[in-house]
């Protein structure tokens, strides 16, 4: 059974940076794309970041390009999110999640979640 462990949420400034990191554990990192979610209060959890099980694929919701960079580590089991030039909206929990090779933007794509780690930025 797959698990994800998300780390690396706190309180931000505004215009600060972060990163997010998730652990997969349970079965080989390397068969897995593997994806940032995001939700925010009182709103739908929504699209962020997603790369293919190569790395070499990436894509990333409009209101994050150019801020994110998602990327893998698979020595590490570990996928990485970084962010900078922070907003208030991006406040959210974010969640990591995985399915197998191709990656993707909708969540329904994805049966395997973690729970979630709350980053929050202040004005």
């Known amino acids: 059974q797959v698990q994800l462990a998300e780390s690396g949420g706190g309180l931000v400034h505004t215009g600060g940076s972060l990163r997010l990191s998730c652990v997969l554990s349970g079965r080989p990192f390397g068969s897995y794309a593997m994806g940032w979610f995001r939700q925010a209060p009182g709103k739908e959890r929504e699209f962020v970041a997603t790369?293919?099980?190569?790395?070499?694929?990436?894509d990333y919701a409009d209101s994050v390009k150019g801020r994110a960079t998602i990327s893998r580590d698979d020595s590490k089991n570990t996928v990485v999110l970084d962010m900078n030039s922070l907003k208030p909206e991006d406040t959210a929990v974010y969640y990591c999640?995985?399915?197998?090779?191709?990656?993707?933007?909708?969540?329904?794509?994805?049966?395997?979640w973690g729970q979630g780690t709350q980053v929050t930025v202040s004005s």
């Open positions: 790369l293919d099980w190569s790395g070499r694929k990436k």
């Open positions: 999640a995985a399915k197998l090779a191709n990656m993707g933007t909708r969540e329904n794509e994805y049966p395997f």
